[in-house]
């Protein structure tokens, strides 16, 4: 079935102040309408001032989507009535975005990035009472309005939720490699414009976050093969994504459509973006996630697909590299790219929300490296160090009496000893048995109070065993 | 460009620009709009080919500000507001 | 009467302490508001702004506002009741300055609402007489402004707004010296908008020496308004002396001077134009072709940036605010239905149209690029010619009975004189003739304030 699907999504920029003006972008005060001040509520006489830090950043986004930039800019004001808006209409770039007919790899094809540009956030509503269709007032805090956003749009040319998730993670990895998004602070918003089988295009707005994304274009894309397979059409409409529901519901048709009287905002300047503004900003671009990929593979000798997957993750990606300095590059890729990450995922973390001691991580891999503690010890270090326990690692194995039994000629007798006191085990795994050898194994490990490496029993004991 | 602006125009504008019209006042709104746009008409006449637009009467450029923050006090702009609740500005309905 | 002072007089009294600023003061809102009982030319006035009388150079001059200028504190409207109740929590970028320098804030003056109109009738609140004779508009936008700068026999000053003309038609009018500064000479920044690109902020005074001493203070490079210039401070004054420029030739636009102008007040003009030459000012005629272009693409650019800086005002946050029981499409309709004019209304859905799609190339865009010809063509003139004198308006002040007989076109019409420099963003002054309510109008070409300084000053002062 053919599927098409666009994007358009806003990243809120990490600079200090607004977009216009010089309030704090600080979303840690909770208390509503602090970060406010006269040009960002719209007051009347109040005026813009340009925030040269959010174009630079805007423009890293621009290069980093391979767009191409134009020779000057200059800003535009969409008009449009919502109780959000402090001016009633929006500060934006409409005719001349900072960027435009760009594009992004994903493994299987090129997606199109049709436009960058840069924009004020409006304020937040909060439905009093009810849903946005029942409360009967709205609360608004205008803390969000003015923050800068850069906006992406892409082309139709997503024609899975895969390809979707794809672009999704590459992208958040290139803003956070980009240095202009925060995403402890900062929120990504997207609208999702969908077909399938070249029907009508229905538009799903105000999708907060990534995985929500994910959820909405599955939930539209079944309503739609639905309707299709019961015989009714599908209508061009904007819905809007009911978080908690997990379904897109209709917005309330409009009496009359929408023109955004665009005109250009003449409290600003023309911007030139002249060949030095741009080289400058070549010459401090960060490294991008495809770039570092190929660093990796010549730097620590990982594989392509190690090296992806580190780099899909920017603090993964600064983890990695900085605990490569001090232990061996493939022990810290394998041990942080899926223990660690896999700790974490099972217990609903990341490394942004987990607050892991690194010294203490270090010591622990380096322990593990010299040979000093088994795979599992080491995992349960690091699940202590994931659950935020304050200890020494190296002081913990001594007093657990975790050292690993590295002894071969103690090891080899612990082994023998186990093969002679379980005979039947033994007989059975001649017999063909062969998931005795991890009873056998399980008795070992019994024995060494769990200090061997497996996988050095495991492979003593076949050999044993075979040559019995 | 469109010669004759109806009384239905008028009002899918006035809609637009959220003003509410009595019929008294669309009436002469859009008589007095067909005397103004065909007044206004005469600038069809200047040839601008090849002119660009001033958006400004002087060639102001490349103005920016740094990125820094400072705190205005808040309380002043709110006071201006007559529905509060809790720090919130109360609004009218969306739904 | 006491303090029957010129401003000049005033400030040389107060320097050498020859003045009890106490009994000044209180004298002079006194006869303040004696006088604006009789003219209605201010809204409010506010005596707690006099801040440090001994810094600066004004020494507590007393300055009104027009309504639309921001004084922190005071109820600012700019002639609109849908403003009514907004108080800034701050101070214009010109209010600071005056206050810098001394000057005493003494209120807001009545405009037509957010500058739409030629006559202040069209103001929210009252509107102000023409001291001159009282049955007659005092001009617009800035009409409360002129009004009391005219009738108070007072020493003080007014802070003063033009988008179109809304300085020098009021102050023609009012027989009093308005002062329009190039775009972008004084910051915007407080200013409540009409149209971003077409607002300066200006003087008007008894004298030219009075809106000079003001423009010093108020001009000048302002972070907070990116549209404002770069340029070093100027004592404005230094150009109020007798000397007369050599070898300079004014230009004298034909256009200005049509039959559609009344002939008593192109006749005066003339004789101006002739004394300067007497005194050794050569003059000669040129043509500004652009002018019949100027007026419509001055009105499409100015209501399209208005209806979009209207949009604000919706019962949201400051000003007319009502219970919001509503679907807020309702809500907002209903307070801007409330809460704007007749002539307000009429704009915003003109500008609105103005910049529709479909519409907006044949009009916004296309006025655009036909100011960049009016701009054009004022260059090459100002290359020949030292400045422009021409009449101010074509009318004399019509009666305030009889504005609502003047339909919107013909309102718009009687522009056209001050439309076209104020499109091109140019310095004007608006100098009073001998004949009351007949200002002449001198025009120069950008940043160029001394010249129109010098040659108003001249005319004042001619003997």
């Known amino acids: 079935m053919k599927v098409k699907i666009g994007l358009e999504i806003h990243v809120q920029l990490n600079t200090k102040s607004k977009l216009f003006c010089s309030c704090s972008t600080n979303s840690e005060n909770s208390k509503p309408n602090k970060n406010i001040c006269p040009t960002c509520m719209g007051l009347p006489g109040s005026k813009p001032a340009l925030n040269k830090e959010a174009l630079k950043k805007a423009?890293?986004?621009?290069?980093?989507?391979?767009?191409?930039?134009?020779?000057?800019?200059?800003?535009?004001?969409?008009?449009?009535?919502?109780?959000?808006?402090?001016?009633?209409?929006?500060?934006?770039?409409?005719?001349?975005?900072?960027?435009?007919?760009?594009?992004?790899?994903?493994?299987?094809?090129?997606?199109?990035?049709?436009?960058?540009?840069?924009?004020?956030?409006?304020?937040?509503?909060?439905?009093?009472?009810?849903?946005?269709?029942?409360?009967q007032n709205v609360l608004i805090d205008y803390n969000r309005a003015g923050i800068p956003l850069c906006e992406i749009v892409t082309a139709p040319d997503f024609s899975s939720i895969e390809e979707v998730k794809e672009f999704l993670s590459g992208l958040i990895s290139t803003l956070e490699h980009l240095r202009i998004y925060d995403p402890l602070n900062g929120s990504i918003r997207s609208d999702i414009n969908i077909s399938i089988m070249g029907g009508s295009r229905v538009e799903v707005k105000n999708v907060n976050g990534i995985k929500a994304v994910e959820h909405a274009i599955k939930y539209e894309l079944s309503r739609q093969k639905n309707m299709v397979k019961i015989g009714k059409k599908i209508k061009m409409e904007t819905r809007h994504f009911d978080a908690?529901?997990?379904?897109?519901?209709?917005?309330?048709?409009?009496?009359?459509?929408?023109?955004?009287?665009?005109?250009?905002?003449?409290?600003?300047?023309?911007?030139?973006?002249?060949?030095?503004?741009?080289?400058?900003?070549?010459?401090?671009?960060?490294?991008?996630?495809?770039?570092?990929?190929?660093?990796?593979?010549?730097?620590?000798?990982?594989?392509?697909?190690?090296?992806?997957?580190?780099?899909?993750?920017?603090?993964?990606?600064?983890?990695?590299?900085?605990?490569?300095?001090?232990?061996?590059?493939?022990?810290?890729?394998?041990?942080?790219?899926?223990?660690?990450?896999?700790?974490?995922?099972?217990?609903?973390?990341?490394?942004?929300?987990?607050?892991?001691?690194?010294?203490?991580?270090?010591?622990?891999?380096?322990?593990?490296?010299?040979?000093?503690?088994?795979?599992?010890?080491?995992?349960?270090?690091?699940?202590?160090?994931?659950?935020?326990?304050?200890?020494?690692?190296?002081?913990?194995?001594?007093e657990k009496r975790l050292k690993k039994v590295a002894d071969k000629k103690e090891l080899e007798k612990v082994i023998k000893d186990a093969l002679k006191e379980n005979k039947k085990a033994v007989s059975d795994y001649k017999s063909g048995q062969k998931e005795a050898i991890h009873y056998l194994a399980g008795q070992v490990m019994k024995k060494t109070g769990g200090r061997a490496e497996m996988r050095i029993v495991m492979e003593r004991l076949k050999e044993l065993l075979n040559s019995i | 460009m469109k010669k004759i602006i109806t009384k239905d125009d008028v009002k899918h504008i006035s809609d637009l620009a959220r003003i509410n019209l009595t019929e008294k006042e669309l009436m002469k709104f859009s008589s007095e709009f067909v005397e103004i746009l065909d007044a206004f008409r005469i600038i069809d006449e200047v040839d601008v080919k090849d002119v660009e637009p001033s958006f400004h009467p002087l060639n102001i450029r490349n103005v920016f500000r740094d990125d820094n923050v400072k705190i205005f006090s808040a309380d002043d702009i709110l006071s201006n507001a007559k529905k509060k609740e809790k720090g919130f500005i109360l609004g009218p309905k969306v739904g | 009467m006491k303090y029957n002072l010129s401003v000049k007089e005033f400030l040389e009294k107060r320097k050498n302490g020859e003045i009890d600023y106490n009994d000044f003061y209180s004298t002079f809102l006194t006869n303040l508001k004696r006088k604006n009982k009789e003219l209605r030319a201010l809204r409010v006035i506010s005596h707690s702004q006099k801040g440090d009388l001994n810094k600066g150079k004004l020494y507590g001059l007393p300055i009104s506002v027009k309504d639309n200028i921001c004084v922190k504190g005071v109820e600012s409207c700019a002639g609109s009741k849908i403003l009514e109740g907004y108080i800034p929590p701050f101070d214009a970028s010109c209010i600071s300055n005056v206050k810098k320098n001394s000057g005493a804030i003494i209120g807001k003056t009545n405009q037509d609402e957010f500058g739409f109109g030629t006559f202040s009738t069209n103001s929210g609140f009252d509107i102000p007489l023409n001291p001159l004779d009282k049955t007659r508009v005092a001009g617009g936008s800035?009409?409360?402004?002129?009004?009391?700068?005219?009738?108070?026999?007072?020493?003080?000053?007014?802070?003063?707004?033009?988008?179109?003309?809304?300085?020098?038609?009021?102050?023609?009018?009012?027989?009093?010296?308005?002062?329009?500064?190039?775009?972008?000479?004084?910051?915007?920044?407080?200013?409540?908008?009409?149209?971003?690109?077409?607002?300066?902020?200006?003087?008007?005074?008894?004298?030219?020496?009075?809106?000079?001493?003001?423009?010093?203070?108020?001009?000048?490079?302002?972070?907070?308004?990116?549209?404002?210039?770069?340029?070093?401070?100027?004592?404005?004054?230094?150009?109020?002396?007798?000397?007369?420029?050599?070898?300079?030739?004014?230009?004298?636009?034909?256009?200005?001077?049509?039959?559609?102008?009344?002939?008593?007040?192109?006749?005066?003009?003339?004789?101006?134009?002739?004394?300067?030459?007497?005194?050794?000012?050569?003059?000669?005629?040129?043509?500004?072709?652009?002018?019949?272009?100027?007026?419509?693409?001055?009105?499409?650019?100015?209501?399209?940036?208005?209806?979009?800086?209207?949009?604000k005002f919706c019962g949201l946050r400051y000003g007319l605010q009502a219970d919001p029981t509503e679907n807020f499409n309702?809500?907002?309709?209903?307070?801007?239905?409330?809460?704007?004019?007749?002539?307000?209304?009429?704009?915003?859905?003109?500008?609105?149209?103005?910049?529709?799609?479909?519409?907006?190339?044949?009009?916004?865009?296309?006025?655009?690029?036909?100011?960049?010809?009016?701009?054009?063509?004022?260059?090459?003139?100002?290359?020949?010619?030292?400045?422009?004198?021409?009449?101010?308006?074509?009318?004399?002040?019509?009666?305030?009975?009889?504005?609502?007989?003047?339909?919107?076109?013909?309102?718009?019409?009687?522009?056209?004189?001050?439309?076209?420099?104020?499109?091109?963003?140019?310095?004007?002054?608006?100098?009073?003739?001998?004949?009351?309510?007949?200002?002449?109008?001198?025009?120069?070409?950008?940043?160029?304030?001394?010249?129109?300084?010098?040659?108003?000053?001249?005319?004042?002062?001619?003997?």
């Open chain 3, 142 to 311: 800035s009409g409360g402004s002129a009004a009391i700068v005219a009738g108070l026999d007072m020493p003080h000053v007014s802070l003063g707004e033009s988008t179109g003309g809304s300085i020098s038609c009021p102050s023609a009018f009012c027989s009093v010296v308005g002062l329009t500064p190039t775009y972008g000479l004084v910051s915007r920044y407080g200013l409540i908008d009409y149209a971003n690109s077409l607002d300066k902020i200006g003087v008007i005074g008894k004298t030219v020496y009075d809106t000079a001493l003001l423009l010093s203070i108020i001009a000048g490079h302002d972070e907070k308004d990116f549209t404002t210039i770069n340029k070093k401070a100027e004592d404005y004054t230094n150009y109020c002396g007798p000397d007369v420029p050599k070898k300079i030739k004014l230009g004298v636009p034909k256009e200005y001077f049509s039959d559609d102008i009344d002939k008593r007040i192109r006749d005066e003009v003339w004789n101006s134009i002739h004394y300067l030459e007497s005194i050794g000012i050569d003059y000669e005629e040129c043509s500004l072709k652009m002018t019949r272009y100027a007026l419509p693409a001055y009105y499409i650019i100015a209501m399209a940036e208005s209806s979009t800086n209207l949009a």
């Open chain 1, 244 to 398: 908690d529901m997990g379904t897109t519901v209709s917005l309330r048709t409009k009496e009359t459509e929408e023109d955004y009287g665009y005109i250009f905002e003449p409290d600003l300047t023309w911007i030139d973006l002249t060949k030095e503004f741009i080289s400058d900003i070549k010459k401090n671009m960060p490294e991008l996630p495809k770039e570092r990929e190929k660093r990796f593979l010549k730097q620590y000798k990982i594989s392509r697909s190690e090296a992806s997957v580190i780099c899909m993750n920017f603090r993964l990606a600064e983890l990695f590299e900085r605990v490569a300095k001090q232990v061996d590059a493939k022990l810290a890729s394998k041990w942080l790219r899926t223990v660690l990450i896999g700790v974490l995922a099972y217990k609903n973390l990341s490394l942004r929300t987990a607050h892991i001691d690194e010294k203490k991580l270090i010591k622990a891999l380096k322990l593990l490296e010299s040979g000093e503690i088994t795979e599992k010890t080491c995992k349960e270090l690091i699940i202590k160090l994931v659950n935020g326990e304050k200890f020494d690692p190296a002081n913990y194995v001594v």
């Open chain 3, 330 to 463: 309702n809500y907002f309709s209903k307070i801007r239905s409330k809460g704007f004019g007749e002539e307000a209304k009429r704009r915003i859905i003109l500008g609105t149209f103005a910049r529709m799609s479909g519409f907006r190339d044949a009009y916004y865009l296309r006025a655009m690029k036909v100011r960049t010809l009016v701009i054009d063509e004022y260059k090459r003139l100002f290359k020949k010619y030292y400045a422009l004198i021409s009449p101010t308006m074509p009318i004399f002040p019509p009666k305030i009975k009889d504005v609502k007989k003047i339909s919107p076109i013909q309102c718009y019409m009687s522009d056209i004189l001050t439309v076209p420099p104020n499109l091109a963003g140019m310095p004007m002054i608006s100098v009073p003739s001998s004949v009351p309510s007949v200002g002449i109008h001198i025009v120069a070409d950008h940043l160029q304030e001394g010249r129109i300084i010098k040659i108003a000053y001249l005319l004042e002062n001619r003997c």
């Open chain 1, 59 to 135: 423009m890293r986004l621009a290069l980093a989507l391979n767009c191409s930039f134009p020779k000057a800019i200059f800003f535009s004001r969409k008009s449009y009535f919502y109780p959000d808006m402090p001016k009633n209409f929006q500060i934006t770039q409409y005719e001349i975005p900072i960027g435009k007919n760009g594009s992004y790899q994903l493994k299987n094809k090129k997606i199109g990035i049709w436009r960058v540009h840069i924009e004020e956030d409006p304020g937040k509503l909060i439905h009093k009472g009810g849903t946005i269709k029942t409360a």
